[in-house]
Structures are given as C-alpha cells and as structure tokens.
C-alpha cells in the first residue's frame, strides 16, 4: 500500500471517528461541567422558589415550550398554578436534588438525569414533599441549560417522545 492511500484511509478513519457522536458516561462531580450544571439547577430553583416565570421559561427546551402550546400558555400555566397555590394557601418550600455521578457527553449536548425532592408548605406549617425525576441538557455550543422536571413513573415515556432527549440517557430508579 502507498503512503498516498495509507493516508486517505487515515484521513477517512479520523473523519468518521470524530464525526460519531460520544455516548459514554465521562464526568465526574468535580468536573467543570457538573459544576456549571449545579450552578444553572440552583439557579432553576430560585426560580421555582420564587415563581420566576420568565427565568423558568428560558429554562425550558424549546421543544417543551412548544408541546405547552408556546411561551404564552406556558406562562399562563405558570399563573394559574401560582394562583391555585394561592388560593389553597400553598407555598413552594424546597427544592432539593442529589448531584449526578456522571453525564452523557454527545456532539451537541450534555444530559443528565438525577432525583429531586419538592417541598411545599401549607399554611398550617406542614410540609409536603414529592419526588420527581430531573432531566438536565446542556446546549453545548449556545451553553444554556434546560430542565425538565417529571414524575418518576413517567420515566419510561420521556425519551420517546421527546426528541432532545438522548435514547442512551441512563435515567436511575
């Protein structure tokens, strides 16, 4: 063999090894980006805390702002919800989540999926709290992050019928 077709082959063989996406579990807690993560989700529960509406929206993948209907009925959701808590005397409490161990790295995006715990306090000072399963993606070449929060058992429903989700995302149980 030539050195010419030796180096197409190689030129061929590096081409289609860096255009396959990586879909390996990579980063650790420590990493830069699970960092950044955990700063974007504090960020996301602020909001949530605060009935940030229009923070929460930005939060939001484009494509679940346009399953909602658009930014205005998802943020009419977000009143009417804000409204519903007001008038049971309801108050979003706490917002706590487990760090992941790991996220999926593709081309595009980082994505991950960990446990959060919501807490919402009535006005007798008790407190109720839900479990609920978190999608965290990560634009890469725009940096934004987006969140998705779901109930555990609608785990098995969310990748096929959200498309920016990754079919290898390892959600836990």
Known sequence: MTLNVRFCFAVL???LVCRMP???QTYTRDSAVVKELCAQMERYKNAWLQDDVET???MTHPEMIEKMGGENLMR???VNGKELRAAYKMQNAGMDFTLPDSL???VQTYQTAFPVELSVKFEDESVTKE?????ALCDIPTSKWYFLGIPPKDAVRIKPTHQFVD???????
Do not use: D, N, W, Y
């Open 13 to 15: 063989f590096l081409t």
């Open 131 to 135: 479990k609920r399963l978190m999608i």
């Open 56 to 58: 929460a929206i930005a």
């Open 76 to 78: 009419q959701s977000f």
């Open 104 to 106: 999926l790295v593709s």
């Open 22 to 24: 990586c879909s390996a």
């Open 167 to 173: 079919s290898q995302l390892l959600i836990p149980e």
